[in-house]
């Protein structure tokens, strides 16, 4: 038997693994195709480099970015925005991330258990894991780090509904790479197209969500087609890839449940992405952290704990981002962003920083407030609030 269970090896699960197992937990991780490239940006802050970096090697495999384009679909303008000064902020393959975290985890003694799990229910002395390949696994603990679709989730609380999850939709275009970001607003579906480049490819993509009644092969044309106008990639291999993410609302993130009686949600599973860009690997390892200092701590009240420091550290800045989500997307927020970055250098400097993960949603506005740019903080404010 073993002390915890992970389901899910991605960057929560095998972050989480190896913080228990360096306390002399028994851990074991449920994941039959961990590590894998993943249908997403793949952008890390320096933010979330810091959660992990003793062990990482030096230097990680990865692009560094200089900077970041941002083009309004409606009107054709566009403006760029240096990110040099965040030496931190990389695109790295997520296999290759991937796999460096889940290495560390087994280096520190936690074991692989390479099947899909299948179900889970509540045995004594907790929790018993059903995989395909015909064992069981018990612990009195279970995390649950098993992403949008999570069997944890389903099967201890309830899962996501299409509500609340988005569809990020793409391509990985091989043979191609670049240090620039490309992120366009589009109005239909309602958010943006990406374009981030990693070491031997560039991941493109859009999201959409679930129940906006449009369909990944749909979000595909529409991809496709951008791949082609704005020329990032002609003649190149295009490998399509579909994958749900977590989008709550900021009803849903009033009051989430990200633990119960002996179990705990990290990352995806948890709903801990942000609504905006639908980042989440800086939000994986940090409730991953958060997870395993209670887990290891043993208290009565272990899940409480948790689940109090993810709404102070984690569920609060969603929460914010959630409110301005809608307001992010409106064409009128879009072109006076445009507008901002070509003209104002304090705006881009805003912006820069909210890109490499240095600035905060808590601050945003009063900080757009301060750049001095007042008629352009002021029109921004008000198409904010």
Same mark, same amino acid.
């Given at each position: 038997?073993?002390?915890?269970?992970?389901?899910?090896?991605?960057?929560?699960?095998?972050?989480?693994?190896?913080?228990?197992?360096?306390?002399?937990?028994?851990?074991?991780?449920?994941?039959?195709?961990?590590?894998?490239?993943?249908?997403?940006?793949?952008?890390?802050?320096?933010?979330?480099?810091?959660?992990?970096?003793?062990?990482?090697?030096?230097?990680?495999?990865?692009?560094?970015?200089?900077?970041?384009?941002?083009?309004?679909?409606?009107?054709?303008?566009?403006?760029?925005?240096?990110?040099?000064?965040?030496?931190?902020?990389?695109?790295?393959?997520?296999?290759?991330?991937?796999?460096?975290? &889940? $290495?560390?985890?087994?280096?520190?003694?936690?074991?692989? +258990?390479? @099947?899909?799990?299948?179900? *889970?229910?509540? !045995? =004594?002395?907790?929790?018993?894991?059903?995989?395909?390949?015909?064992?069981?696994?018990?612990?009195?603990?279970?995390?649950?780090?098993?992403?949008?679709?999570?069997?944890?989730?389903?099967?201890?609380?309830?899962?996501?509904?299409?509500?609340?999850?988005?569809?990020?939709?793409?391509?990985?275009?091989?043979?191609?790479?670049?240090?620039?970001?490309?992120?366009?607003?589009?109005?239909?579906?309602?958010?943006?197209?990406?374009?981030?480049?990693?070491?031997?490819?560039?991941?493109?993509?859009?999201?959409?969500?679930?129940?906006?009644?449009?369909?990944?092969?749909?979000?595909?044309?529409?991809?496709?087609?951008?791949?082609?106008?704005?020329?990032?990639?002609?003649?190149?291999?295009?490998?399509?890839?579909?994958?749900?993410?977590?989008? &709550? $609302?900021?009803?849903?993130?009033?009051?989430?449940?990200? +633990?119960? @009686?002996?179990?705990?949600? *990290?990352?995806? !599973? =948890?709903?801990?992405?942000?609504?905006?860009?639908?980042?989440?690997?800086?939000?994986?390892?940090?409730?991953?952290?958060?997870?395993?200092?209670?887990?290891?701590?043993?208290?009565?009240?272990?899940?409480?704990?948790?689940?109090?420091?993810?709404?102070?550290?984690?569920?609060?800045?969603?929460?914010?981002?959630?409110?301005?989500?809608?307001?992010?997307?409106?064409?009128?927020?879009?072109?006076?962003?445009?507008?901002?970055?070509?003209?104002?250098?304090?705006?881009?400097?805003?912006?820069?920083?909210?890109?490499?993960?240095?600035?905060?949603?808590?601050?945003?506005?009063?900080?757009?407030?301060?750049?001095?740019?007042?008629?352009?903080?002021?029109?921004?404010?008000?198409?904010?609030?």
């Amino acid at each position: 038997m073993h002390d915890v269970a992970i389901v899910g090896a991605g960057p929560s699960g095998a972050w989480a693994a190896c913080l228990l197992a360096r306390r002399g937990a028994r851990v074991v991780l449920v994941d039959p195709s961990h590590p894998r490239e993943k249908p997403c940006g793949g952008g890390i802050t320096g933010r979330a480099l810091a959660l992990v970096d003793q062990v990482l090697p030096q230097p990680l495999p990865a692009v560094a970015i200089r900077r970041a384009r941002f083009l309004d679909g409606s009107t054709g303008r566009s403006a760029a925005v240096d990110l040099t000064s965040h030496d931190a902020l990389v695109v790295s393959g997520r296999a290759a991330f991937d796999g460096l975290l &889940l $290495s560390a985890a087994r280096e520190a003694g936690a074991e692989l +258990a390479s @099947s899909r799990a299948v179900d *889970v229910r509540r !045995a =004594a002395p907790g929790f018993a894991i059903d995989t395909a390949d015909g064992r069981t696994l018990t612990a009195p603990v279970i995390v649950g780090a098993d992403g949008a679709n999570s069997l944890v989730r389903r099967r201890l609380f309830r899962p996501f509904t299409r509500r609340q999850l988005s569809i990020a939709t793409g391509f990985f275009v091989h043979g191609v790479t670049s240090d620039e970001i490309l992120l366009e607003f589009v109005a239909d579906p309602s958010g943006y197209i990406w374009s981030f480049p990693r070491p031997d490819h560039l991941a493109v993509g859009i999201c959409a969500a679930a129940d906006a009644g449009v369909t990944s092969s749909a979000l595909r044309v529409i991809t496709r087609r951008w791949i082609e106008r704005s020329g990032v990639a002609r003649g190149a291999l295009l490998e399509p890839y579909s994958w749900p993410i977590p989008s &709550l $609302s900021g009803h849903d993130l009033n009051a989430p449940i990200v +633990a119960g @009686s002996g179990w705990y949600l *990290v990352g995806d !599973a =948890a709903g801990a992405v942000d609504p905006i860009t639908r980042e989440g690997i800086f939000f994986a390892l940090q409730s991953a952290s958060f997870a395993a200092h209670a887990i290891a701590g043993a208290s009565e009240n272990a899940e409480c704990q948790y689940a109090e420091r993810m709404q102070a550290e984690v569920i609060s800045e969603l929460r914010r981002a959630a409110r301005l989500k809608d307001a992010f997307f409106r064409p009128q927020f879009t072109r006076l962003l445009i507008e901002a970055l070509q003209r104002s250098a304090p705006i881009r400097g805003v912006m820069a920083d909210l890109v490499a993960g240095v600035q905060s949603y808590r601050g945003l506005k009063w900080r757009l407030a301060r750049t001095l740019e007042i008629s352009y903080a002021a029109k921004a404010l008000a198409a904010l609030l």
